[in-house]
């Protein structure tokens, strides 16, 4: 038992491994040679690790936000240290945690292998910490011992590890960029309500990437560039709001906040361009060699990728979604407070960016403009809203929902928690 522990927190609970395990088998498949393999399977896991570091940096650069909207709306701040909160998260549920990770990855394996949902989900990092929440719900929501609780929590990661990138599938034939794979993320629900709000309200003949912008002004599609002026602007205006005083002496290290906030811009430019590499990296080796898995192992199989491979595509779009959720997140933070909500909610931001942003991908797709706002807005409501709602029920597992929870986790965990609350336990 030790031994297989050692295997799933180790080796597989690194997705990194498992992406390049995909790699090899694709191309054993395929009888290629070891001199073709090898170098395949390194660019993919440097490629992967590229994606994963630079959007966990990108996301952290975004945390001392949090303290200052804290001081902007006098509001007791929560902690944003993501090690500490991982520590904390873990200390009652990792056993589960780590078993119904590994085995819902087989039940997600067997669905691709012997029914119609031919989705293998590949975003091993997402799946590890969704794992984490239904371990979560279960313990603190159910008198479950161990063997029933892994079993049923398994059952439950595989269905929707294989369903989240089934419906996500249709809609990748409407995103550029998005040929040969589905999405595995778990802003999944967000893509769905994004796409059919967007075709409601929205016109896609307004398209935010062809949008007419003044020549001279041409090089803002360049998106490294784009977020860099971006993220600069939005981190002066906040620190000027919060007080460029207290900023300096809270936040910035004694740094002036213009210098400050220049850095921090330069800083999400440095991580987003390391993002946009990988993501060229590993989709180059990574669809060709899964073509081995879908004609030898999994028949007609589709892999399930992360959301930053669709990011050069749509610049423009990221930029407006995370926008759009980020104050569709505080207004809803200031509604909980007006209503005397218990508990203090923050918008988590590192969910805020990438969800904001897919989702403001999917809008823009089918209904331009209008549907990449409505969408991403409609996301950062349900991120706040469903945040609240799942704090109670997750136990120790409440410091990384603060930090970590994306869309699907706001929207279905509070309703899985409501179910097994109504069945009592």
């Keep these: 038992m030790g031994l297989f522990m050692y295997f799933i927190t180790t080796i597989l609970g690194q997705a990194v491994f498992i992406i ?28 992967f690790t590229m994606i994963n570091i630079g959007g966990q940096t990108l996301g952290v650069a975004l945390l001392p936000l949090q303290p200052m909207f804290s001081k902007i709306f006098n509001i007791q701040a929560v902690p944003t240290d993501i090690g500490a909160a991982q520590t904390e998260s873990l200390s009652e549920i990792g056993p589960e945690m780590a078993l119904i990770f590994a085995f819902g990855f087989l039940v997600n394996l067997l669905l691709a292998r012997f029914t119609k949902w031919k989705y293998v989900h590949l975003s091993a990092h997402v799946s590890f910490f969704y794992a984490g929440l239904i371990a979560a719900l279960l313990k603190f929501n159910t008198s479950l011992e161990l063997i029933p609780l892994v079993l049923i929590g398994s059952l439950l990661l595989g269905f929707y590890m294989t369903i989240s990138c089934a419906y996500v599938a249709p809609l990748m034939k409407h995103i550029k960029g998005g040929e040969g794979f589905t999405l595995a993320h778990s802003s999944s629900v ?9 075709k409601l309200f929205g016109n896609k003949e307004n398209d935010l990437e062809t949008m007419h912008i003044p020549k001279q002004f041409n090089f803002l599609r360049e998106m490294t560039i784009a977020l860099t002026l971006v993220m600069s602007l939005l981190f002066l205006s906040i620190s000027l709001v919060a007080g460029a005083g207290w900023v300096t002496e809270n936040i910035s290290n004694g740094q002036d906040v213009i210098v400050y906030s ?14 946009l590499t990988g993501v060229r990296m590993m989709l180059s080796e990574i669809i060709p060699a899964f073509h081995g898995i879908t004609t030898k192992l999994i028949p007609d199989s589709i892999p399930g990728l992360d959301i930053p491979l669709l990011f050069p595509h749509y610049p423009t779009s990221v930029i407006v979604g995370f926008l759009s959720s980020l104050v569709a997140g505080l207004m809803g933070m200031l509604v909980l407070g007006l209503f005397n909500y218990p508990i203090v909610v923050f918008p988590a931001l590192i969910p805020t960016f990438f969800t904001g942003a897919i989702t403001g991908i999917f809008g823009n797709a089918f209904g331009g403009r209008r549907g990449a706002l409505i969408g991403s807005f409609v996301n950062g409501l349900i991120l706040i809203f469903g945040q609240a709602f799942l704090l109670p029920m997750v136990g120790s597992y409440a410091p990384i929902m603060r930090i970590l929870s994306e869309t699907d986790y706001a929207f279905y965990g509070p309703l899985l928690g409501l179910l097994l609350k109504m069945i009592g336990g």
């Design 20 to 47: 390049g395990f995909v790699v090899l088998i694709g191309m054993i498949a395929q009888k290629k040679l070891w001199f073709q393999i090898l170098p395949s399977v390194i660019k993919t896991m440097i490629g």
């Design 262 to 275: 220049i850095l921090r811009g330069v800083e999400f430019g440095v991580w987003i361009t390391v993002i």
């Design 190 to 198: 967000g893509l769905l309500i994004s796409a059919g709000l967007a």
